[in-house]
């Protein structure tokens, strides 16, 4: 019953692979985030996904390509990696279509990923 | 200058004292501003949200703005070791999914027994 869900919560690998995250939200959100935190808990933006449209794209490396098969998924690959995409990938939901106040972003749990 | 500044700390106070938590900001068209709390090893979870300038209270947690100054504030009476965590203060200038919200690098918080 969590309401958003990430995987893998953790992720160990050589540099120059290519990895996978995975996020689902059951809240029925229609837009989805991808924060990077790193290990001085800075967290920053990197993309933003407002029914399957792709709206915020901040200055990330192409290597970083985020996809949304649906409303409730975004899912992040990241090609070639490198040492210093070692940090903590956060996914995020909000409703923002209808809403009254400000639109609240729940946090997934987190991927800390780990590149040797 | 980066556009949220946030002292990192750490912080730590006995239990049931006053805390106070700063950030300051350069952009003046913020307008949404919010208080996210982050147990170690979990996502960060909002906390308090105000708009525009003014005090915001929830039980124990109070929220301040002055956007003269730029400068926001939380409080926290009472304090409990559950308190706990670090405290990242947010900020937006608008409402929409399509505004990017700006965090601050975050304050570690420690509230001993």
């Known amino acids: 019953d969590t309401a958003v869900s990430q995987t893998p919560k953790y992720l160990v690998t050589q540099m120059g692979n290519d990895k996978s995250i995975k996020c689902e939200q059951n809240?029925?959100?229609?837009?989805m985030y991808w924060y990077k935190q790193d290990s001085k808990k800075f967290l920053k933006i990197m993309f933003s996904?407002?029914?399957?449209?792709?709206?915020i794209n901040e200055t990330v490396p192409n290597r970083f390509s985020p996809k949304s098969p649906d409303k409730a998924h975004l899912n992040l690959h990241i090609n070639s990696l490198e040492l210093g995409d070692s940090a903590v990938y956060f996914c995020?939901?909000?409703?923002?279509?209808?809403?009254?106040?400000?639109?609240?972003?729940?946090f997934g749990p987190g991927t800390r990923l780990t590149v040797l | 200058q980066k556009e949220v500044e946030q002292d990192p700390g750490p912080l730590s106070v006995p239990e049931g004292a006053i805390v106070s938590l700063n950030c300051t900001y350069s952009?003046?068209?913020?307008?949404?501003f919010m208080w996210y709390r982050q147990y170690s090893r979990k996502g960060p979870e909002l906390l308090m949200y105000?708009?525009?300038?003014g005090n915001k209270e929830d039980g124990r947690f109070t929220a301040q703005v002055d956007k003269s100054s730029k400068y926001i504030s939380l409080f926290i009476r009472d304090s409990q070791p559950s308190d706990s965590a670090t405290y990242l203060c947010?900020?937006?200038?608008?409402?929409?999914?399509?505004?990017?919200?700006?965090f601050g690098s975050g304050t570690r918080l420690s509230i001993r027994p």
């Open positions: 809240l029925g959100h229609d837009t």
């Open positions: 996904y407002n029914n399957k449209e792709l709206i």
């Open positions: 995020a939901s909000s409703q923002a279509q209808g809403a009254s106040s400000y639109n609240e972003q729940f």
């Open positions: 105000t708009y525009s300038s």
């Open positions: 947010a900020m937006s200038d608008r409402r929409s999914s399509a505004s990017k919200i700006i």
């Open positions: 952009n003046s068209a913020f307008q949404y």
